[in-house]
């Protein structure tokens, strides 16, 4: 038989804790535990420990835990609240982001807390009466006779609509804590402790677009799919599963289904969106839908205030909110006895995060659920190919749902040669004949369309053609853009404004023109050639206010607009039934991105605004332009076909050994010294093959393809890799000796999103 040693110095020890400080913690220290603390202390709750020369506020990490050899411990000064602010399972994760992508810890804890958590805010605890039911007349007939504190106490309650807060009542009715506590022992009134809710009052999705609140009966497909996943969830042990579905197959319903089942059965859940902001029904939807399980929904997304992130926060801790929706960092939330993390768009690129720690929120999404043993879905109706990989592999569950609820028809594709049609074309080229006359149609059967058109302002760039200049932006390498509403030319990158010149900033021509297209110029045509064609047009320029945006999409709702011209903000998760055009104007636009996910992309844009199309019961049409016809993402696109787009662009992908084949990391240098900036890149990658010949497949350094953004000069390196960590554990070391000052900068990007 095995006997274990006993081992002085790595023997678990009660007294020692880890715990990682927020400043300067890119690690976790050790700390003894002072006596007072030794039975309560958990994961996840804040203390304050001395670092060097100061204190800090930090998150116990580890407890027991080893105490290191022959050292002497300092000691946890004081533990700031009792409610944890992380749970057990976010501490590992954590520790695997930092891993995985390349950063401290202390970084990564920026990024899971909110600020106010992390500078130790304390949860505001309320003690909330209620009356559990109203007293016979003849009890407090007595009642107000033997004590008439306490019947005062039961009027007062009886005359609120909510429950009434314990410290407010006390001193409002000058009573004393005994009377209530009597109340309490004879079971007439009920008390429960809440943190402010100030998140439920400021809530902008409070009156989200009222949807139906009555579930559908489910078909055959939702059924099955909600039949495997219950089946994970029961299991407890980890699974992720892939829900591909087509546009309008019913995803929603079958979140919906499986979130109620793990709230009934006393579990909490995440449900992830690309944007909250752009996704105000399947707020509204997941709201109507939670209510009669008395479960509380947290919204979480980029325009809570500090107060509001913090109240959020700690209601999840707290167990009183059991599901959260919301953007990517809603993947940390904080919620106890999380069983279900849905990730719904899994495909969207804004879930990956473009700075750091830069972290894939699905990815991280099926990391969390695989260290707890919970269940992640993944939905799409256009996975990304990294995915479908995984789910043909076997390694995730596929749910496919192939058609539209209650069989109504995909959306029929038309193909439009805009190299033909410019032959054609008589004046404006941007709309072609066959879209202008499924727009008359449509107004004329009052009928909706909406317009697509990946590109905000009203023309693209101002070329002279003297000296075949394209004006940039004096601060980055790309061109300036035209904006039509204030007449100036704008920087896309950053945002550099100037009044729109006249003539060639370079060799003065008064010949220069504007050329390309953007919103605003597909708004002008139209209101030219359908003058009572109600229009609204949303892209960045037009919705500074995302209520504004709400209220947009509910007036067209409504019908109090014919048409929705606007970019990627209108692509995803919008189900109006009355549309049954979609115009797709430059279907080539995501084609021309530097990037070797471009046919994936296009793909998937397509796909995805198209399905924006006959949602309803009448039948849809989608009118694609492009110059490109026969490329693979519009032949596939048009042929609804994404097993056949993902096997020819997988044999591609493979021939090259791109993702998902290995993962790549970008590696950007940048700095204001163009030469520096290429020096340091080239002192890297020869130090790094000097070092560690053959760790990975390397390609450049070479200029990024916006060479220059905000004055900084940029170059990137490309690695291929089978595995990150071993990679990472090899460069990192390497920063130290080659980056020495700060003029140089350089971002390590894992799995890069982003190619630019
Ligand atoms: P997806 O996210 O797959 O594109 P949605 O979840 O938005 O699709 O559902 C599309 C539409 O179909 C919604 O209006 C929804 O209310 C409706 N729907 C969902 N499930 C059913 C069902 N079983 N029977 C009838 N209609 C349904
Ligand atoms: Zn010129
Ligand atoms: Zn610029």
Redesign the pocket.
Known sequence: MFLPVPDLFGEIEPGVAEVVPFDGGARAYSYSVPAALKDTLQVGQLVRVPLGGRTSLGVVWKYPAEAPPAAKLRSIILLEHEQPVLTPDVCKLAEWMAGYYGCGLNSVLETVLPAAVRKGVRPVLRRLLTLIAPPDAEALAKLRRKAPRQAQVLDYLAAQKEPADRAKLVTGLGISQQAVDGLLRAGVIKEDASVLWRVAYNDPFAEAESV?AAG????VD?LAAVASVSQSLDSKAFKAHLLH??????????YVALIRKVVAEGGSAIFLVPEVALTPQTVG?LRSRLTDLGAKVVVWHSHLSAGERFDAWMAMSLGQARVVVGARSAVFAPLPNLRLIVV?EEHEPSFKQGETPMYHGRDVAVMRASVLGAACVL?S?TPSLETWKNATAGRYVLNS?PK???DRPMPAFRIVDMRREVLHSKGQNVLSRELVDGIHERLRKGEQAILFLNRRGHSRSLVCPDCGEAVQCPRCSVSLTLHSTDHTARCHLCDHREPAPAVCPKCRSPKVRWKGYGTQKVEEVIHRMFPRARVARIDADTMGKKDLFRKVLSDFRAGRYDMLLGTQMIAK?L?F?RVTLVGIIDADLSLQLPDFRAAERTFQLLTQVA?RAG?GTLEGAVVVQTFQPASDPVQFAKRLDFQGFAAAELIKRSEFGYPPERHLIRHVFRGRNVEKVNFVADAWVKELERLHPGLAEIRGPAPCPFERVQDQHRVHIWYFVHGVKSFLAAALPLRAKILGDDDVIDVLDVDAQDCG
């Open positions: 139906p559908h009966t489910l078909n939702q579905g087509v546009t309008g197959s019913g995803k929603t319903e079958v939807r719904d939905g109706a749902m539209r609820v209650d998760g189900d039934p399905g949602r």
